[in-house]
C-alpha cells in the first residue's frame, strides 16, 4: 500500500500476540543481573534465541557484546538497533517476586527490559518483518562504566557491521507509561570526573599558625568551583560542577595534612566541556597556593555528550507519531543531563538516541527501581516499525 508507512499494525498484532512471552525473558534478566563485562548467562540467551529465529550470531564483540544480523531481499541500507545489557552494583529493596538473586547486583537501570524489547522486536523482525536489506541487532555490554561502545567500536562493530544509521532507546522514570521522547541535538551530557587532593601541613587545632590548613583551602575550592557556572560559562549552556565527596581529618582538635575531593563535570556542548576542565584545574590551583597549600588533581576523562541527528531524530519522531499518535509522543521533550556512551555510536554513524517513559517509578539507579513491563510491547512494536521503514525498498511487500 504505497503512501501508508509499512509495518504497523502486523508489527502491533504480532508483538502483543507474543509479549508475554517477553515479560517473562525480563524479568529473568532481572533476577539474573551480570555488572559489566560480566554479561556471559545474558549475553548466551541473546545469542541463542536470535540464532533460533535465523539471525547470523557474533558473539564476544567488545567482550560480552552480541551482534545478530539479518540480510532480507536486495535493499540497500543497513540499520543498527542498539539494547544494552548490564546490571549494577547496587543491593535490590525493591523485595519484588522477581528481584535480583545475585546479591550486590541489580538491574537498577532497566537495561533488562531494554533487552527484552529489542529480543521482542528481533522475533517478530525475523518470523514476520516485512523490510529489505541488512538488520544489525547489537547488544552492548557494560554502559554502566561508560566502556562497552567504544570496546564494541575498538572490536570493529561498523567495520564488521556497516550501518547506515544507528539507534537506541533509554526508559525514563517520571514520564508517562510508553510514551516516547525525541530530542534533536544534544540529548544527554559530556560526563567527566576529577579527583582534588588538597595538601598542607598537618598540627594543632589550637596552633593554626604553625600549621597550612586543607580544611580551609579545601572548603574555598568547593565554594570557588561554583562560580565556573555561575561566572564562566554562558547563562544559556548547560554546566554542571558537582562536588560529590570531601573526605579529610579525623578529629575536632586537629589540623589534618590532606582533604581528598571527587567531583564530575557535565556539558552539552564540548566547548563548555573544556572550559570546564580549565577551569576546575585553575580554581583548585591557585585557591590552594592562596592559602599555602597545594591541589594535587586527577582528571579522568568520561564520555561525550549524545548528540542526535536531526533527520534520524525527525525520521524516529515520525515512525513514534504513526504508530502511537500525538498522544503517544512527549510534545518538546527535554534533553537530559545524566550521560550515555552511546555518544560515542553517535560519533561514528548518524542517529538517535530517544527516551521512553517508565511511569511513575522509582528513579534509575534506584534500589528500589524497577523496569515497568507495559513498556514492552509498545517499544518492541516501535523497533519494528522503524526497522520496516528504514529498510523499505520498492519491492518489499507490505501493507
Ligand atoms: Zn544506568
Ligand atoms: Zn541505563
Redesign the pocket.
Known amino acids: 500500500m504505497s503512501g501508508s508507512r509499512p509495518g504497523g499494525e502486523a508489527a502491533r498484532r504480532s508483538i502483543a500476540r507474543h509479549a508475554g512471552e517477553f515479560v517473562v525473558l525480563r524479568r529473568d534478566l532481572h533476577q539474573h543481573p551480570e555488572l559489566a563485562f560480566a554479561e556471559e548467562r545474558t549475553s548466551r540467551i541473546v545469542a541463542s534465541l536470535l540464532e533460533s529465529w535465523g539471525y547470523e550470531v557474533t558473539r564476544g564483540l567488545g567482550g560480552t557484546g552480541v551482534v545478530g544480523t539479518l540480510r532480507r531481499g536486495n535493499g540497500p541500507r543497513a540499520l543498527g538497533l542498539r539494547a544494552d545489557m548490564d546490571a549494577?552494583p547496587i543491593a535490590e529493596e525493591t523485595g519484588l517476586p522477581h528481584a535480583s538473586r545475585t546479591a550486590g547486583a541489580m538491574h537498577?537501570?532497566g537495561?533488562d527490559g531494554h533487552t527484552a524489547i529489542l529480543l521482542a522486536a528481533a522475533r517478530y523482525l525475523a518470523v514476520e518483518g516485512g523490510f529489505s536489506g541488512t538488520l544489525h541487532l547489537i547488544f552492548q555490554p557494560a554502559?554502566?562504566i561508560g566502556q562497552g561502545a567504544r570496546r564494541l567500536i575498538a572490536d570493529g562493530l561498523f567495520d564488521r557491521f556497516p550501518c547506515d544509521a544507528v539507534f537506541g532507546l533509554h526508559n525514563w522514570p517520571g514520564v508517562s507509561a510508553g510514551r516516547f521522547g525525541f530530542v534533536a541535538g544534544p540529548a544527554m551530557a559530556s560526563v567527566d570526573w576529577a579527583r582534588i587532593r588538597v595538601a598542607g601541613r598537618g598540627g594543632h587545632g589550637a596552633e593554626p599558625h604553625s600549621a597550612v590548613d586543607p580544611v580551609v583551602a579545601a572548603a574555598h575550592i568547593v565554594t570557588g568551583l561554583q562560580t565556573i557556572v555561575s561566572r564562566n560559562a554562558a547563562p544559556l549552556d548547560l554546566a554542571i560542577v558537582t562536588v560529590g565527596s570531601i573526605h579529610g581529618g579525623s578529629a575536632a582538635n586537629v589540623i589534618p595534612d590532606r582533604v581528598d575531593l571527587t567531583l564530575t563535570t557535565r556539558a552539552f556542548r564540548p566547548e563548555i566541556r573544556q572550559l570546564l576542565e580549565k577551569r576546575v584545574k585553575t580554581v583548585a590551583t591557585l585557591q590552594a597556593e592562596s592559602f599555602g597549600a597545594l591541589a594535587d588533581i586527577e582528571w579522568k576523562e568520561g564520555f561525550p555528550s549524545v548528540v542526535n541527528h536531526r533527520r534520524e531524530t525527525d525520521l524516529a519522531r515520525s515512525v513514534a507519531l504513526d504508530l502511537f499518535g500525538e498522544a503517544g509522543v512527549e510534545p518538546d521533550f527535554a534533553p537530559r543531563t545524566a550521560s550515555e556512551d552511546f555518544a560515542f555510536l553517535l560519533q561514528e554513524r548518524p542517529g538517535s538516541y530517544f527516551f521512553v517513559g517508565n511511569g511513575d517509578s522509582a528513579p534509575?539507579?534506584s534500589p528500589r527501581y524497577d523496569f515497568n513491563d507495559a513498556l514492552i510491547e509498545p517499544a518492541a512494536t516501535y523497533w519494528a516499525a522503524l526497522a520496516e521503514t528504514f529498510l523499505v525498498s520498492p519491492e518489499t511487500p507490505h501493507g
Do not use: G, I, P, V
Open positions: 549494577l537498577a537501570c537495561h554502559e554502566e534509575l539507579h
